[in-house]
């Protein structure tokens, strides 16, 4: 969910290319068998009924970044809610408060932290061109230092003109503070149950790499060793964790006002960190 206009322009031309320059198109058949390393330490499963737990979450308000066309609402049940098991996040096409398109990025920022282990999101997609949900996570300290010094992690991001790809990124500034980026197109081989079946969507992050998985599939992998240790700084400090349902945009380009409203749905979010 990127924080400037460049780093679109990377992933546009990710959706665009076979293979370019920071794509790392992967073997489907590298099956992740690290789940005994790992301790469950937090986990939101939504097994209540309102808004999002105010202990862990809170969130972005307004029209916030990539030209987007929706504002983000606070603590509205319309765009964000949890029932049924799930956390559901909707973007309408309502006219609230004057703001013609409304939706929800709700955030972990100030609640909960996260530094290495693993974040592992089970999620099902909306339906319809214009949608720009994403799993992703920015560094705690974005308010002091910015984008992109504060990292940026795409444990996921999809978009609705092009169903059949995840991508899973990571983004840094470079020697001279300009967007570094990192960014894996992927098509899963049942593509087509995105927007109907929850999949998982998660990585594994160390010292020294994060590993991006669909389901158990380790889809991509981006090393400390490919970085300077200045483009890695920032995965070495603590994050905090968005989930979002952005429209239009920059990436998410024409919105199809037939599909609303778009309905993002979170089955749960946990948190494990390694077993020593």
């Not at 198109?25 to 330490?41: G, H, K, R």
């Not at 992109?148 to 795409?154: T, V």
Request: hydrophobic share 35%; glycine share 6%.
């Amino acid at each position: 969910m990127k924080t400037s206009l460049l780093s679109f322009i990377i992933a546009f031309a990710v959706l665009n290319c076979k293979k370019s320059v920071g794509v790392n198109e992967t073997n489907s058949s590298q099956i992740s068998n690290a789940s005994s390393l790992f301790q469950l330490v937090w986990a939101d499963e939504f097994n209540y009924s309102g808004l999002p737990d105010p202990n862990y979450w809170t969130y972005e308000k307004g029209y916030v970044r990539n030209n987007e066309a929706q504002y983000y609402v606070r603590e509205r049940l319309e765009n964000s809610k949890v029932e049924d098991g799930k956390l559901v996040i909707t973007a309408l096409n309502d006219n609230y408060k004057g703001h013609p398109i409304t939706s929800a990025s709700v955030i972990t920022k100030g609640k909960l932290d996260f530094l290495n282990g693993k974040i592992e999101v089970r999620a099902k997609m909306p339906v319809g061109a214009g949608a720009w949900p994403a799993i992703w996570t920015l560094g705690i300290n974005r308010d002091t230092v910015g984008w992109p010094f504060c990292g940026e992690i795409d444990i996921l991001e999809w978009l609705g003109y092009a169903p059949q790809y995840i991508l899973g990124s990571l983004y840094t500034a470079g020697s001279f503070g300009q967007p570094v980026s990192k960014v894996t197109r992927y098509m899963p081989q049942d593509y087509a149950t995105l927007s109907s079946q929850y999949h998982v969507y998660s990585i594994e992050w160390d010292n020294s790499r994060i590993k991006y998985f669909f389901d158990n599939i380790n889809y991509a992998t981006y090393l400390s060793s490919e970085m300077t240790a200045k483009e890695w700084k920032p995965f070495t400090k603590p994050h905090y964790l968005l989930l979002n349902l952005a429209l239009g945009g920059t990436a998410g380009r024409r919105i199809d006002y037939s599909k609303f409203p778009f309905t993002y749905k979170i089955d749960y979010v946990r948190y494990y960190k390694k077993v020593n």
